[in-house]
């Protein structure tokens, strides 16, 4: 049994099964994310004979690091290993104010939108929770964790490979030990999930865990988001949107970011910046504008930063909350959309004009 990644509650039933009492999971929490410590015989303040069968039956074991990379920015990424063929990858941004981490949910992806390298590789699995908690917990280490300093990550984005609403049963509860008082203790605000739009997904996470939510939306209509994000024709924009409303209404949350990818002639017009206006005015939204960052074998160019700045402008003047998002660590391929690890495709049906085979593990 892995200890990292098990919420409060099934941390505490489990310690239950070993004949132990409940609150014994808030201290083996304690010693995992408040010191990050690993060596169950260093828990020092439980019971000798808990730590034994603790150290019999259970373990803390994080991703294998194959290779890392360091940007000229301070971006670090790393490939991990999730078997003997298959890697993903994870990327620390740090900034002034801030560090954050973006963690992965899945070995690839199955959502094939076309502007993104991950998509390109195919998919292979679902992350376990134990390997999504423990990219934090690695990274903590990596990072030069002290107990005396531990805000080194300040804010956590599913935002590496793979769809996280796909991944539902692993990602719901590796949230809960990001936002437990007992866990990694990171404010609401500070833990993004970001989604392509598998709104049935989006409904059922109201009812479970209160975290940012973010949108990949890249087009203000049907007829182009179906061919960016072809989960789009499953899940058309005035669905998806009436999800994001009711996530807020539910969570009591301030607003959605909608990520919106800028591409070179394809949606970065002043026409497609008063669509989006219109889509979005009068609403509690967020656009954060993203400068594509290209892959091998893309179509696909970077808008220029002078256009980007007129689309932005006319978000503003039309009195929508806009921003552009720096790109960082793009001399590593670790910014937006580029993280592409190391997938074997075992995907048989993917999504396409004709078919919608896409599992998503509820």
Known sequence: MNLLGLPQTELADYVVS??????????????????QVGDIAA????????????????????????????SADGTRKWL????????????????????????????????????????QQGFN?????????GQVWLANQELGFSPDDPRIITNIVFMGMGEPLANFRNVVPAIRVFLDDFGFDISRRRVTLSTSGLVPQIYKLAEEVNCALAVSLHAANDRLRNELVPINRKHPIAELLEACW????????????????MLEGVNDSLADADELARLLQHRPAKINLIPFNPFPGTDYRRSAMPVIHQFRDRLLQRGLIATIRKTRGDDIDAACGQLAGRVQDRTTIRLGAKSFGLQVHA
């Open 43 to 70: 828990m020092t303040d439980l019971a000798k004979d808990f730590r034994a069968q603790l150290a019999a039956h259970a373990e803390v074991r994080v991703p294998e690091v194959i290779k890392r990379l360091d």
């Open 246 to 261: 009711h996530y807020l209404d539910e969570q009591n949350g301030r607003s959605v970011t909608f990520e919106y990818v």
């Open 80 to 119: 991990l290993s999730a078997d003997s063929s298959q890697a993903f990858e994870m990327v620390f941004i740090p900034e002034v104010d801030r560090g954050t981490l973006c963690i992965s949910s899945q070995v690839g992806c199955v959502l094939d939108c076309s502007f993104c390298s991950t998509a």
């Open 18 to 35: 070993l004949g132990s009492k409940p609150f014994r999971a808030r201290q083996l929490m304690s010693w995992l994310y408040k010191r």
């Open 125 to 133: 699995r679902n992350l376990t929770a134990a390997e999504i908690v």
